[in-house]
């Protein structure tokens, strides 16, 4: 788990850090703390970065975009993050909620520099996340479960590379990372089942789990995933997955 504190007024930030790495030493928490604060940083951090992460954002940056559209952005790498405000701006609170970055928690900045009257109200916040944290720690792994005959197949999302119409069957190919399996079932039947924003399920013939994504030729209309194996597409259905990535920029 990283921490991030982004706030564009330095002796605020350094202050931050100081009270903020105490109480979560003081909690236990097994973290990094992030040396980044600006939005463009923070968000490259956050792709490389598994999550959830800890992120105490300005509401009112001076920087290329705010508080609340960092948020929003780093909801598109980190779902399950746990987003904490620290502002004077408390009218701007109802605005975080219409841009839906479901923040966990609000600090104001009446009580910066006041150790006694904000200790209380860091602590607070991080013992929500504490509790939180392990509540998502125990939740069960997505799977995806497939009765084939007399097999059936159970495999945790995040180990599936992609999933491969055989054509001319009613017949799908299921890469994993140690293996591959061909069962009985229509591809569209599968990707009913790979739902939770991991997978590109718009192509015809194949479901693309994003995570296990190398690199994409756009130009040669190719894709190498994790696992090495290389594919292939026209241009036209290229076109597809540029729009992925184009809304994430």
């Known amino acids: 788990m990283k921490v991030f504190i982004s706030d564009d007024q330095e002796p605020q930030r350094l202050w931050l850090t100081d009270i903020i790495t105490a109480q979560l030493d003081a909690l236990h928490f097994d973290y990094q703390m992030a040396s980044v604060w600006q939005p463009n940083d923070v968000l490259a951090a956050v792709k490389e970065s598994s999550g959830p992460n800890i992120y105490f954002l300005d509401i009112?940056?001076?920087?290329?975009?705010?508080?609340i559209q960092l948020a929003s952005k780093i909801r598109d790498y980190d779902p399950d993050g746990f987003i904490v405000y620290v502002t004077v701006r408390d009218d701007m609170m109802p605005?975080?909620?219409?841009?839906?970055?479901?923040?966990?928690?609000?600090?104001?900045k009446t009580h910066m520099f006041d150790k006694a009257a904000f200790i209380p109200e860091v602590r607070a916040v991080l013992q929500v996340i504490q509790k939180r944290f392990v509540k998502y720690q125990q939740r069960p792994e997505p799977s995806l479960t497939v009765r084939s005959g007399a097999l059936l197949l159970t495999l945790h999302l995040k180990d599936i590379v992609y999933c491969e119409k055989v054509?001319?069957?009613?017949?799908?190919?299921?890469?994993?990372?140690?293996?591959?399996?061909?069962?009985?079932?229509?591809?569209?039947?599968?990707?009913?089942?790979?739902?939770?924003?991991?997978?590109?399920?718009?192509?015809?013939?194949?479901?693309?789990?994003?995570?296990?994504?190398?690199?994409?030729?756009?130009?040669?209309?190719?894709?190498?995933?994790?696992?090495?194996?290389?594919?292939?597409?026209?241009?036209?259905?290229?076109?597809?997955?540029?729009?992925?990535?184009?809304?994430?920029?």
């Open 60 to 67: 009112v940056l001076q920087r290329e975009i705010n508080g």
């Open 95 to 108: 605005a975080t909620l219409s841009a839906m970055t479901t923040p966990t928690g609000f600090i104001s």
């Open 167 to 249: 054509h001319g069957l009613r017949t799908t190919r299921i890469v994993t990372t140690d293996q591959a399996y061909v069962v009985r079932k229509n591809l569209s039947t599968i990707k009913a089942q790979l739902t939770n924003g991991r997978f590109f399920n718009e192509f015809q013939s194949y479901a693309l789990n994003l995570e296990q994504v190398v690199t994409v030729d756009f130009n040669k209309g190719r894709v190498r995933m994790q696992n090495g194996d290389r594919l292939s597409f026209s241009r036209g259905t290229i076109k597809k997955l540029r729009r992925v990535y184009q809304t994430q920029e």
